[in-house]
C-alpha cells in the first residue's frame, strides 16, 4: 500500500494525536482490554503478512522471507506482551466480590 509522504508539521501533528490518545484513553484501559487490542494487532499483523512483507522489500530492500519473519516475530511479540503483562511492575490489581480488575498505578 501506496503510505504517502508527510511533511515535518504532519508527523508532529500525528506523533501529538498519538500522545493525546495515550493520555485520554490507552493509559487508563485495563489489562483484558489492552490484551484485546494486542491480540487483534498480532491477527491483523498475520493476515496481512504478505503485503507487509512486500512493502518491507520495496521500502528496505529486504528478502521476503525475512520480512515475514520479521512480522511473525512482530505478532508474537503482541502476544507475548498480552500473556507477561500481569507481571509488569506499576500495575494494580483490584479485588471486589464481583470480580477483579486491573488498572495502572498512579
Do not use: N, Y
Request: glycine share 6%.
Amino acid at each position: 500500500p501506496d503510505l504517502g509522504t508527510h511533511s515535518p508539521d504532519e508527523v508532529e501533528a500525528r506523533v501529538a494525536g498519538a500522545f493525546t490518545a495515550w493520555r485520554d484513553d490507552w493509559r487508563d484501559r485495563s489489562i483484558v482490554q489492552r490484551g484485546t487490542v494486542l491480540l487483534a494487532a498480532a491477527a491483523l499483523l498475520r493476515e496481512r503478512k504478505e503485503a507487509l512483507a512486500g512493502l518491507m522489500s520495496d521500502e528496505m530492500g529486504k528478502v521476503l522471507s525475512d520480512g515475514r519473519a520479521e512480522i511473525e516475530k512482530c505478532a508474537v511479540t503482541c502476544e507475548h506482551a498480552v500473556e507477561v503483562a500481569h507481571k509488569v511492575p506499576g500495575v494494580k490489581h483490584v479485588h471486589s466480590e464481583l470480580r477483579t480488575f486491573t488498572r495502572p498505578r498512579r
